[in-house]
């Protein structure tokens, strides 16, 4: 056996005290580890410490063979280990009802040693192998999720990304259009970043941009979503938010903003933000790109007029609708 596995446990379930002499000194000269009980209640409870494998006599006192295997297959803790019946039953009838109860193999009573080493090993190189396609796949699944975690995310930020946002708001515009519900997009641009990186440099520009990334998280809803929009830009989609509450989040926000100190244990500095904020049922964009092109109009209009405030977009502001 490989030594660098732990040896097989098995369970044996047996009322007689000579077949379990046998076997118990035939997979003990195989280092094998023994379980052993004498009646099927017993079995229920032994199986519990995870054997590899259990030999389960059919005709026992009580909790026949049949129904202790029924009843290990309906217990979730013990489903999944194989079962190998030994009786010395060997008409067909027997063993059919046997198969149906779950078990995996018969041994027919009385037993060749060799046969016994060999049914047992082979099922529990299969057990061991479908144990390792299960983490496999739980492995795997874990990956795959990550991957696609990684790619909706922003490395940087840990914010959702911009391929994201198309998804998520085509989702949200046509939810909006079709239930006559109001959706908010509020576009934001951190003011004079360049001036920030020139100053005190690239890594603190990124210390500002996840601070800022904190302040967005920390002022929005379960139900809001929060994106790196790129670079020092960012957006929030607010659904079922009209203008009216879209422009208090936005002042919210500003304000924490121009209050927080942005700072690592050697710089501190102030930041400021302009933001544009338009809605679908306020504004009717024609398509839901259109809602961000509207907010950055808006924005746009913010940092003409001095930046470090909020504008709602308006018609007239943009005269390129489509």
């Known amino acids: ?32 580890k023994i379980l052993i009980a004498e009646n099927g209640e017993r079995a229920l409870h032994a199986a519990l410490q995870q054997p590899d494998l259990i030999l389960l006599d059919v005709m026992m006192p009580g909790m026949n063979g049949f129904e202790t295997c029924r009843r290990l297959k309906a217990d979730r803790a013990t489903a999944d280990i194989p079962i190998i019946f030994m009786t010395a039953l060997d008409n067909l009838v027997d063993k059919i009802e046997g198969f149906k109860a779950g078990a995996v193999d018969y041994i027919t009573k009385p037993f060749q040693q060799s046969e016994v080493l060999a049914r047992v090993q082979i099922h529990i190189t299969l057990r061991r192998q479908q144990q390792e396609l299960k983490e496999t796949q739980e492995i795997l699944l874990l990956q795959k999720a990550l991957l696609e975690q990684m790619s909706i995310t922003d490395d940087l930020t840990q914010l959702l990304n911009r391929r994201c946002l198309n998804t998520i708001l ?4 046509h939810r909006s259009k079709r ?19 020139d100053v005190h440099g690239h890594d603190f520009g990124d210390v500002v941009l996840r601070q800022f990334a904190g302040i967005l998280k920390n002022s929005i809803r379960d139900t809001d979503f929060v994106f790196r929009f790129g670079g020092e830009e960012f957006l929030l989609l607010l659904p079922q938010t009209d203008i009216s509450g879209a422009a208090q989040t936005a002042e919210k926000i500003r304000e924490r903003t121009a209050s927080t100190p942005f700072k690592t244990q050697h710089i501190s500095t102030r930041v400021t ?12 964009p024609p398509h839901s790109h259109n809602l961000t092109t509207f907010a950055d109009v808006a924005l746009y209009e ?21």
């Open 1 to 32: 056996m490989a030594t660098n596995k732990p040896a097989p446990t098995i369970l044996i379930v047996d009322d007689q005290p000579t077949n379990l002499k046998v076997l118990l000194r035939l997979f003990e000269e195989h280092h094998y």
């Open 170 to 173: 085509k989702r949200e515009f």
């Open 179 to 197: 239930h006559n519900v109001e959706l908010s997009c509020l576009m934001f641009d951190l003011d004079h970043f360049k001036k920030i990186n």
């Open 273 to 284: 933000v302009s933001i544009g904020v338009a809605s679908v049922l306020e504004h009717h």
């Open 302 to 322: 913010a940092k003409r007029r001095g930046r470090n405030q909020v504008v709602l977009y308006e018609p007239s502001l943009s005269p390129e609708t489509d």
